[in-house]
């Protein structure tokens, strides 16, 4: 195994990567050994992945073969990247699972679950995003089977637990600041001074006047894609003012950089915390935070950026292009959905074009509602062989895009989609071609089908382009989920799937606060005004929890909450979504999916739970009391044994 974390990307991405590779520092076993393909030499920096060059661990092919790292403490993990052998077997990693934890009950082998590796093809190295789990050990293991486990490469970024900056190369550092106004002396060059000291008498935070639209800008001075930007909000006062501050990223002035496009929208965030927004690998020279739509004071205690500079071949940091792949895994089984497809696909009422036609292979074939893949079955548009090809969907007004499924050529081919972008946005500058991008397609299957997560990108028109070569376009199905702005809920929620997922399912709470019961949460009603009669609600407890019973165990996908409006929406500020399958402390000791940091009122927020497994989800507020209010609990996920999801689209609030 430890070949599997010896930092060298060699046989794909270069001779290495510029992010801290904490797994160097650990020690490693496995659960045997192959020959001489020790654990060790999957911590020896090089990701070479021909086992004759010596730098891949191997077990013996046993039962549920594992490999195991520990980092002597605990940490919260980033991101784990692997790198697939090169010359031999590639399957075999297939169905591998990725955990981590504190435990070492089944040698580590229980720990939470942060992703499935579903395919990754020979020689390549893949990154998933662990969003901050926390855990002394990671474990790589394949369940169910008898298999070698073979690991060229396993490199882990993250952050020590009590640490005050995360391990990865911040390049807001290298950059120049400006905001729109200086209040005293809190020049903006204090918000990437590497210091998240978050009292303003620390002399760390940038502060703009109390002004219409206040702003600040980091010029990094070349293009970059963005992974991921993480604020600092000051500690000692008036956190709320950070509430609604956008981030944009892009190369354009306009507006002082704020017409860029959107990365995220900052909610809330608790006094003195840092939070991570993933930007998807945007591209931009500038960075920009900004508060629309009101007077306020802008105050940033730290500003810091990962991303890789354009032409890099390794990430400056942690998550690159890649986190696609990550969110696949939660949306995909085996290459397929299935047979139930009953959400809102919003591509059906659009117009579509594309940049040349191949026979009679025409745009509209890939909006016909059906996924067959072989060309022959007259589902599939084809452009003809050019240099960039190009298919448009017009949607015919603007939306938030939650997600787009591409169903990829079965019977042919199959390697003519890689390196396809998906771009989202309202110009046609270049067929549409240069609007923001929502994703690279690295690799998919002949006839699968794979969705990606647009993060409610505005837009359109959505393309699908091949850019620097000459190459046929092959779409056998697009499908896009999203909300048309202005309206209060996604047209492709798949609302009614989940409703299938927990109908049958049982629900207990705490306490009952009148005749608020806990069956109000699941009964298909997002009604949020507490006289409509549709929201359930605990006393004022200490610890007070919900808890759906799904009757058999799930991997669950998405979790949806509906929050009062009529009423109190902090109330549920700090609640957590847990799931798994045991009862002790009632269910509120199984592992964590989310922590709801704000919800505003009357609205709903979906959280990912990356296919954990449980029977039981629980809603619980730890440390305080307070009256539990659930106006809807919504629940996607897939039984164990299924061969696709039950709910497996949904949208990222």
Known sequence: PERAIDGNRASNLGQGSCNTNIARGGNVIQSSLYEKEVPERAIDGNRASNLGQGSCSVTNNNFKPWWRLDLLKPYQINTVTITNRGDCCPERINGAEIRIGNSLNDNGNDNPRCAVISFMAAGTSQTFVCNGMEGRYVNIVIPGRREFLTLCEVEVTGQALGNTAPTDTNIARGGHVIQSSLYEEEVPERAIDGNRASNLGQGSCSVTNN?????????????????????????????????????????????????????????????????????????????????????????????????????????????????????????????????????????????????????????????????????????????????????????????????????????????????????????????????????????????????????????????????????????????????????????????????????????????????????????????????????????????????????????INTVTITNRGDCCPERINGAEIRIGNSLNDNGNDNPRCAVILFMAAGTSQTFDCNGMEGRYVNIVIPGRREFLTLCEVEVTGQALGNTGPIGDLYHLT
């Open 211 to 555: 002004n219409f639209k206040p702003w600040w800008r980091l010029d990094l001075l070349k293009t970059y894609q963005i992974n991921t930007v993480t604020i600092t909000n000051r500690g000692d006062c008036c956190p709320e003012r950070i509430n609604g501050a956008e981030i944009r990223i892009g190369n354009s002035l306009n507006d002082n950089g704020n017409d860029n496009p959107r990365c995220a929208v900052i909610s809330f965030m608790a006094a003195g915390t840092s939070q991570t927004f993933v930007c998807n690998g945007m591209e931009g020279r500038y960075v920009n935070i900004v508060i629309p739509g009101r007077r306020e004071f802008l105050t940033l205690c730290e500003v810091e950026v990962t991303g890789q500079a354009l032409g890099n071949t390794a990430p400056t940091a942690d998550s690159h292009i890649q986190s696609s792949i990550k969110y696949t895994d939660c949306l995909f089984f085996g290459g397929k959905f299935g047979q139930i497809n009953t959400y809102t696909n919003i591509a059906r009422g659009g117009n579509v074009i594309q940049s040349s036609l191949y026979e009679k292979e025409v745009p509209e074939r890939a909006i016909d509602g059906n996924r067959a893949s072989n060309l022959g079955q007259r589902s599939c548009s084809v452009t003809n062989n050019n240099f960039k090809p190009w298919w448009r969907l017009d949607l015919l007004k603007t939306y938030q895009i939650n997600t787009v499924t591409i169903t990829n050529r079965g019977d042919c081919c199959p390697e003519r989609i890689n390196g396809a972008e998906i771009r989202i946005g309202n110009s046609l500058n270049d067929n549409g071609n240069d609007n923001p991008r929502c994703a690279v397609i690295l690799f998919m299957a002949a006839g699968t089908s794979q969705t990606f997560v647009c993060n409610g990108m505005e837009g359109r028109y959505v393309n699908i382009v091949i850019p620097g070569r000459q190459e046929f376009l092959t779409l056998c199905e697009v499908e896009v989920t999203g909300q048309a702005l202005g309206n209060t809920a996604p047209t492709g929620d798949l609302y009614h799937l989940t409703w299938n997922v927990i109908q049958g399912g049982n629900v207990i709470q705490s306490s009952l606060y009148e005749k608020e019961v806990p069956e109000r949460a699941i009964d298909g009603n997002r009604a949020s005004n507490l006289g409509q009669r549709s929201c359930s609600v605990t006393n004022n407890n200490f610890k007070p929890w919900w808890r759906l019973d799904l009757l058999k165990t799930y991997q």
